[in-house]
Protein backbone atom coordinates (compact mmCIF):
# COMPACT_ATOMS: atom_id res chain seq x y z
CA UNK A 1 0.00 0.00 0.00
CA UNK A 2 1.65 3.24 -1.20
CA UNK A 3 1.63 6.01 1.84
CA UNK A 4 -0.75 8.16 0.40
CA UNK A 5 -3.51 5.57 0.40
CA UNK A 6 -2.28 4.13 4.03
CA UNK A 7 -2.60 8.00 5.24
CA UNK A 8 -6.22 8.00 3.48
CA UNK A 9 -7.60 5.22 5.25
CA UNK A 10 -5.62 6.49 8.61
CA UNK A 11 -7.49 9.81 9.12
CA UNK A 12 -10.85 8.37 7.37
CA UNK A 13 -13.86 9.94 9.66
CA UNK A 14 -15.11 6.94 11.57
CA UNK A 15 -18.49 7.09 12.90
CA UNK A 16 -19.09 7.50 17.15
CA UNK A 17 -19.78 4.30 19.02
CA UNK A 18 -24.09 4.25 19.50
CA UNK A 19 -24.69 6.04 22.59
CA UNK A 20 -21.58 8.47 22.87
CA UNK A 21 -22.53 11.67 23.37
CA UNK A 22 -25.23 10.70 25.75
CA UNK A 23 -22.50 9.26 27.71
CA UNK A 24 -20.31 12.42 27.28
CA UNK A 25 -23.27 14.50 28.45
CA UNK A 26 -23.95 12.86 31.13
CA UNK A 27 -20.34 12.48 32.27
CA UNK A 28 -20.23 16.61 32.15
CA UNK A 29 -23.31 16.97 33.61
CA UNK A 30 -21.80 14.78 36.55
CA UNK A 31 -18.52 16.33 36.88
CA UNK A 32 -18.96 19.72 35.80
CA UNK A 33 -18.64 21.97 39.35
CA UNK A 34 -21.99 23.84 40.45
CA UNK A 35 -21.44 27.25 38.41
CA UNK A 36 -21.66 30.04 40.89
CA UNK A 37 -24.70 32.79 40.62
CA UNK A 38 -24.08 36.06 39.68
CA UNK A 39 -22.80 38.47 42.35
CA UNK A 40 -25.63 40.75 41.77
CA UNK A 41 -28.48 37.89 42.66
CA UNK A 42 -26.31 36.71 45.68
CA UNK A 43 -27.02 40.43 47.57
CA UNK A 44 -30.40 40.48 49.58
CA UNK A 45 -33.01 42.61 48.04
CA UNK A 46 -33.82 43.60 51.39
CA UNK A 47 -30.53 45.09 52.04
CA UNK A 48 -29.93 47.03 48.83
CA UNK A 49 -33.24 48.67 50.00
CA UNK A 50 -31.58 49.24 53.24
CA UNK A 51 -28.88 50.55 51.72
CA UNK A 52 -30.40 53.38 49.57
CA UNK A 53 -32.87 54.37 52.51
CA UNK A 54 -29.94 54.39 54.85
CA UNK A 55 -28.34 56.96 52.32
CA UNK A 56 -31.65 58.97 51.98
CA UNK A 57 -31.58 59.42 55.39
CA UNK A 58 -27.84 60.17 56.10
CA UNK A 59 -28.04 62.47 53.56
CA UNK A 60 -29.15 65.33 55.58
CA UNK A 61 -26.56 64.98 58.35
CA UNK A 62 -23.86 64.49 56.31
CA UNK A 63 -24.90 67.72 54.35
CA UNK A 64 -24.94 69.38 57.94
CA UNK A 65 -21.76 68.55 58.82
CA UNK A 66 -20.17 69.68 55.87
CA UNK A 67 -21.97 72.64 56.06
CA UNK A 68 -20.69 72.92 59.69
CA UNK A 69 -17.63 72.87 58.85
CA UNK A 70 -17.46 74.64 55.92
CA UNK A 71 -18.60 77.49 58.37
CA UNK A 72 -15.83 76.51 60.91
CA UNK A 73 -12.72 77.00 57.81
CA UNK A 74 -14.64 80.06 57.06
CA UNK A 75 -14.72 81.36 60.80
CA UNK A 76 -11.26 80.38 60.76
CA UNK A 77 -9.90 82.21 58.02
CA UNK A 78 -11.82 85.33 59.57
CA UNK A 79 -10.18 84.98 63.00
CA UNK A 80 -6.59 84.33 60.99
CA UNK A 81 -7.24 88.02 58.89
CA UNK A 82 -8.41 89.22 62.00
CA UNK A 83 -5.41 88.38 64.04
CA UNK A 84 -3.05 89.26 60.76
CA UNK A 85 -4.44 92.74 61.04
CA UNK A 86 -4.71 93.31 64.51
CA UNK A 87 -0.56 91.90 64.59
CA UNK A 88 0.58 94.66 61.86
CA UNK A 89 -0.79 97.05 63.31
CA UNK A 90 0.36 96.51 66.76
CA UNK A 91 3.83 95.88 65.06
CA UNK A 92 3.72 99.17 63.09
CA UNK A 93 2.87 101.37 65.94
CA UNK A 94 5.50 99.46 68.27
CA UNK A 95 8.26 99.99 65.48
CA UNK A 96 7.32 103.37 65.66
CA UNK A 97 8.06 103.57 69.27
CA UNK A 98 11.03 101.55 69.70
CA UNK A 99 12.91 103.21 66.48
CA UNK A 100 11.62 106.78 66.85
CA UNK A 101 12.13 109.25 64.00
CA UNK A 102 12.31 112.54 64.06
CA UNK A 103 8.82 113.36 61.86
CA UNK A 104 7.16 111.39 64.61
CA UNK A 105 5.64 112.61 67.48
CA UNK A 106 5.57 109.75 69.70
CA UNK A 107 3.08 110.27 72.97
CA UNK A 108 3.50 106.94 74.81
CA UNK A 109 0.96 106.74 77.74
CA UNK A 110 1.93 105.16 80.93
CA UNK A 111 -0.77 102.50 82.59
CA UNK A 112 -2.40 105.25 85.35
CA UNK A 113 -3.10 107.96 82.74
CA UNK A 114 -5.93 106.63 81.04
CA UNK A 115 -6.94 108.23 77.30
CA UNK A 116 -9.75 110.52 78.54
CA UNK A 117 -7.85 113.81 77.05
CA UNK A 118 -9.04 113.07 73.94
CA UNK A 119 -8.07 112.89 70.69
CA UNK A 120 -4.16 111.36 70.81
CA UNK B 1 -39.85 83.22 97.78
CA UNK B 2 -36.38 81.82 97.93
CA UNK B 3 -36.99 80.69 94.00
CA UNK B 4 -37.59 84.62 92.74
CA UNK B 5 -34.50 85.64 94.76
CA UNK B 6 -32.34 82.59 92.84
CA UNK B 7 -33.78 84.05 89.52
CA UNK B 8 -33.56 87.66 90.07
CA UNK B 9 -29.66 86.70 91.17
CA UNK B 10 -29.11 84.93 87.98
CA UNK B 11 -30.67 87.71 85.63
CA UNK B 12 -28.74 90.50 87.63
CA UNK B 13 -25.48 88.31 86.96
CA UNK B 14 -26.23 87.65 83.56
CA UNK B 15 -26.94 91.80 82.99
CA UNK B 16 -23.80 92.41 84.22
CA UNK B 17 -22.04 89.43 82.20
CA UNK B 18 -23.98 91.27 79.30
CA UNK B 19 -22.67 94.86 80.56
CA UNK B 20 -18.90 93.86 81.07
CA UNK B 21 -18.86 92.02 77.76
CA UNK B 22 -20.52 95.13 75.82
CA UNK B 23 -18.55 97.07 77.51
CA UNK B 24 -15.38 96.35 75.79
CA UNK B 25 -17.25 96.00 72.08
CA UNK B 26 -16.92 99.28 70.68
CA UNK B 27 -19.40 100.56 67.78
CA UNK B 28 -17.54 101.02 65.21
CA UNK B 29 -18.31 102.92 62.15
CA UNK B 30 -20.83 102.26 59.51
CA UNK B 31 -18.94 100.55 56.46
CA UNK B 32 -21.17 102.83 54.43
CA UNK B 33 -19.40 106.03 56.30
CA UNK B 34 -16.09 104.82 55.02
CA UNK B 35 -16.13 102.50 52.34
CA UNK B 36 -17.15 104.69 49.80
CA UNK B 37 -14.28 105.48 47.67
CA UNK B 38 -11.56 102.71 49.32
CA UNK B 39 -9.92 100.24 46.88
CA UNK B 40 -9.67 97.84 49.55
CA UNK B 41 -11.80 96.82 52.33
CA UNK B 42 -11.80 94.59 55.32
CA UNK B 43 -14.92 93.83 57.39
CA UNK B 44 -14.18 90.97 60.02
CA UNK B 45 -16.69 89.88 62.63
CA UNK B 46 -15.80 87.16 64.70
CA UNK B 47 -17.92 86.58 67.98
CA UNK B 48 -17.27 84.36 70.74
CA UNK B 49 -19.41 81.26 68.83
CA UNK B 50 -17.91 81.68 65.71
CA UNK B 51 -14.18 81.92 67.89
CA UNK B 52 -15.38 78.49 69.29
CA UNK B 53 -16.05 76.90 65.82
CA UNK B 54 -13.01 78.29 64.40
CA UNK B 55 -10.99 77.07 67.70
CA UNK B 56 -12.75 73.47 67.10
CA UNK B 57 -11.10 73.80 63.32
CA UNK B 58 -7.64 74.24 64.19
CA UNK B 59 -5.08 71.50 64.81
CA UNK B 60 -2.51 71.14 67.37
CA UNK B 61 0.09 72.21 64.78
CA UNK B 62 2.69 74.81 65.50
CA UNK B 63 0.96 77.77 64.12
CA UNK B 64 -2.38 76.31 64.76
CA UNK B 65 -1.59 76.15 68.42
CA UNK B 66 -0.22 79.23 69.41
CA UNK B 67 -3.75 80.92 67.69
CA UNK B 68 -5.95 78.60 69.32
CA UNK B 69 -4.39 79.78 72.52
CA UNK B 70 -4.58 83.18 71.97
CA UNK B 71 -8.35 82.87 70.77
CA UNK B 72 -9.37 80.73 74.01
CA UNK B 73 -9.87 83.21 75.84
CA UNK B 74 -11.31 85.84 73.64
CA UNK B 75 -15.07 86.54 73.12
CA UNK B 76 -14.92 88.67 69.56
CA UNK B 77 -12.93 89.98 66.44
CA UNK B 78 -14.17 92.95 65.05
CA UNK B 79 -11.87 94.84 62.67
CA UNK B 80 -12.59 96.89 59.91
CA UNK B 81 -9.91 97.77 57.62
CA UNK B 82 -10.04 100.29 54.70
CA UNK B 83 -7.70 101.40 51.86
CA UNK B 84 -8.46 104.23 49.41
CA UNK B 85 -6.55 104.79 46.36
CA UNK B 86 -5.31 108.90 46.78
CA UNK B 87 -5.41 111.09 50.08
CA UNK B 88 -8.55 112.55 51.83
CA UNK B 89 -10.90 110.37 50.45
CA UNK B 90 -12.87 109.69 53.80
CA UNK B 91 -13.93 111.98 56.35
CA UNK B 92 -11.96 112.00 59.74
CA UNK B 93 -14.40 113.18 61.68
CA UNK B 94 -16.35 109.66 61.28
CA UNK B 95 -13.39 108.24 63.72
CA UNK B 96 -14.75 110.64 66.19
CA UNK B 97 -17.59 108.46 67.49
CA UNK B 98 -14.71 105.81 68.25
CA UNK B 99 -12.37 107.86 70.11
CA UNK B 100 -14.93 108.94 71.93
CA UNK B 101 -16.22 105.62 73.32
CA UNK B 102 -12.29 104.66 74.05
CA UNK B 103 -11.88 108.59 75.84
CA UNK B 104 -14.16 107.08 78.53
CA UNK B 105 -15.05 104.27 80.53
CA UNK B 106 -12.53 101.53 81.46
CA UNK B 107 -10.31 102.06 78.41
CA UNK B 108 -7.22 103.40 78.63
CA UNK B 109 -4.80 104.26 75.94
CA UNK B 110 -1.42 102.29 75.43
CA UNK B 111 0.32 104.20 73.15
CA UNK B 112 -0.05 106.46 70.50
CA UNK B 113 1.99 107.73 67.82
CA UNK B 114 1.43 110.27 65.48
CA UNK B 115 3.43 110.97 62.52
CA UNK B 116 3.07 114.90 60.50
CA UNK B 117 5.29 113.69 57.86
CA UNK B 118 3.42 110.49 56.83
CA UNK B 119 -0.09 112.04 58.15
CA UNK B 120 -0.52 109.02 60.17
CA UNK B 121 -2.38 108.60 64.00
CA UNK B 122 -2.00 105.21 65.52
CA UNK B 123 -3.45 104.58 68.80
CA UNK B 124 -3.65 101.42 70.80
CA UNK B 125 -6.33 101.48 73.92
CA UNK B 126 -6.54 98.93 76.65
CA UNK B 127 -9.68 98.07 78.14
CA UNK B 128 -8.93 97.26 82.05
CA UNK B 129 -11.02 96.08 84.85
CA UNK B 130 -8.78 96.39 87.97
CA UNK B 131 -5.11 95.24 86.97
CA UNK B 132 -7.16 92.16 84.75
CA UNK B 133 -7.11 93.39 80.72
CA UNK B 134 -10.69 92.79 78.95
CA UNK B 135 -9.93 94.18 75.52
CA UNK B 136 -7.86 96.13 73.12
CA UNK B 137 -8.31 99.02 70.43
CA UNK B 138 -6.89 100.07 67.62
CA UNK B 139 -6.97 103.10 65.72
CA UNK B 140 -4.75 103.40 62.73
CA UNK B 141 -5.63 106.89 60.48
CA UNK B 142 -3.35 107.51 57.89
CA UNK B 143 -4.06 109.48 54.40
CA UNK B 144 -5.01 106.22 52.22
CA UNK B 145 -5.94 103.72 55.04
CA UNK B 146 -8.17 103.53 58.03
CA UNK B 147 -7.90 100.30 60.46
CA UNK B 148 -10.19 99.39 63.58
CA UNK B 149 -9.74 96.62 66.15
CA UNK B 150 -11.59 95.59 68.53
CA UNK B 151 -10.61 92.41 70.12
CA UNK B 152 -12.85 91.34 73.50
CA UNK B 153 -11.42 89.26 76.06
CA UNK B 154 -8.08 88.71 77.36
CA UNK B 155 -5.59 89.46 75.15
CA UNK B 156 -1.76 88.54 75.11
CA UNK B 157 0.12 91.86 73.16
CA UNK B 158 3.06 90.03 72.85
CA UNK B 159 1.56 86.69 71.99
CA UNK B 160 -0.37 89.01 69.31
CA UNK B 161 2.44 90.90 67.91
CA UNK B 162 4.42 87.16 67.41
CA UNK B 163 1.81 86.53 64.60
CA UNK B 164 2.30 88.89 62.17
CA UNK B 165 4.13 86.79 59.36
CA UNK B 166 2.71 83.41 59.88
CA UNK B 167 0.61 81.22 58.26
CA UNK B 168 1.37 82.35 54.66
CA UNK B 169 0.62 86.34 54.98
CA UNK B 170 3.92 88.35 54.86
CA UNK B 171 5.23 90.65 57.38
CA UNK B 172 4.24 93.81 55.49
CA UNK B 173 6.08 96.29 57.48
CA UNK B 174 3.70 99.04 57.23
CA UNK B 175 5.99 102.02 58.30
CA UNK B 176 9.11 100.83 56.51
CA UNK B 177 8.17 103.36 53.58
CA UNK B 178 5.96 106.27 53.06
CA UNK B 179 2.45 104.87 51.90
CA UNK B 180 2.92 107.15 48.79
CA UNK B 181 5.38 105.28 47.58
CA UNK B 182 4.83 102.65 44.79
CA UNK B 183 7.01 99.27 46.22
CA UNK B 184 10.07 98.33 43.55
CA UNK B 185 9.41 95.08 42.39
CA UNK B 186 12.49 92.78 43.37
CA UNK B 187 15.38 92.15 40.06
Redesign the interface.
Known sequence: MNPDARLRNALAPVDPPDGFAQRVRARVAREAPAMPMPARRRVPRWMAVAAIVTAVLASPFAWREYE??R???A??A????????????????????VRP?A???????D?G???????? | MRQSIVICGMVAALAFGASQASAQQLQLPEMAQLSAGAIDVVDVSVDQALLGLAASFMSNGTDDKEVKALVSSLKGIYVKSFTYGKDGAYDPSVLDSVRRQLSGGQWSRLLAAKSSAEGSDTAIYLWRNGDKPGGLAVLSASPREVTLVNIVGTIDLEQLRSLQGKFGVPDLKMDAAPKTAAPKPKP
Open positions: SREALAKQVLLALQIASRELNSAHRKVITTTLAPVANSGKEGRP
